[in-house]
């Protein structure tokens, strides 16, 4: 089926320095998300994006987290400065349109863990 | 706003046993939802989903749900459970009207005994 490719799948970094996580979507897929899951927790929404803006963040969206899809590359999400509660599994989603609106198709993950 | 509840953290059936996971939601008007299955260290795969029609909604792997509007339930079947099901399984609602984002549950860890 189709898949959502996640790059790293682990990344350590200390706190303060930056972090970008790379998301390739599904091919023809227009809406792209991010959410988080704390280990053992449930998956969180942050962000969702269609034609080059942000739709809709939650409160988890910190001002240090931005998202980008520059050129139909790779969907990005980026924390500058990264601080000890970022540390989580990050979760890249992709979304069509047409009989199966509303479906996600969601990545492996990136684990970030923040020191 | 939308919202999930799975009222079971964990579950334990022995394998063979039937099985029922149990998701309620909350949402005034109709929704879409969603079974998710997470195995250890992967990404969410999707089980089945319910866009309105007929209320039974088949999966993968002989999993099954009902969507019940009375109830405000989408409970999650299956008739024989096998030891590779042990994972931890997500409820998720999602409305027309709200990007289509998931909304999801804490999630039900399944545990398959021999």
């Known amino acids: 089926g189709p898949k959502v490719l996640q790059i790293p799948s682990h990344q350590i970094i200390d706190m303060g320095q930056m972090v970008t996580l790379n998301c390739d979507p599904v091919s023809n897929h227009l809406y792209f998300y991010w959410y988080k899951q704390i280990l053992g927790q449930q998956m969180e929404f942050l962000v969702n994006?269609?034609?080059?803006?942000?739709?809709?963040k939650s409160k988890l969206f910190k001002d240090q987290f931005s998202v980008e899809r520059p050129d139909g590359s790779y969907f990005t999400l980026k924390i500058q400065p990264t601080a000890l509660e970022d540390s989580a599994v990050y979760f890249c989603?992709?979304?069509?349109?047409?009989?199966?609106?509303?479906?996600?198709?969601f990545g492996e993950g990136s684990k970030l863990t923040v020191l | 706003a939308q919202s999930v509840t799975q009222p079971d953290a964990r579950v334990t059936v022995s394998e063979g046993a039937s099985l029922q996971l149990r998701c309620k939601y909350s949402y005034f008007g109709t929704p879409y939802l969603f079974w998710y299955v997470q195995y250890p260290r992967q990404g969410l795969q999707l089980l089945l989903k319910y866009y309105p029609g007929d209320p039974v909604v088949q999966g993968v792997n002989g999993f099954e749900a009902e969507f019940s509007k009375s109830n405000s339930s989408f409970h999650l079947r299956k008739a024989s459970v096998h030891w590779s099901d042990w994972a931890v399984y997500f409820c998720a609602v999602s409305i027309s009207g709200g990007n289509y984002k998931p909304t999801f549950g804490k999630g039900t860890s399944l545990v398959v005994h021999p």
């Open positions: 994006f269609y034609n080059g803006k942000v739709m809709e």
């Open positions: 989603a992709s979304r069509g349109q047409g009989a199966n609106t509303g479906q996600l198709y």
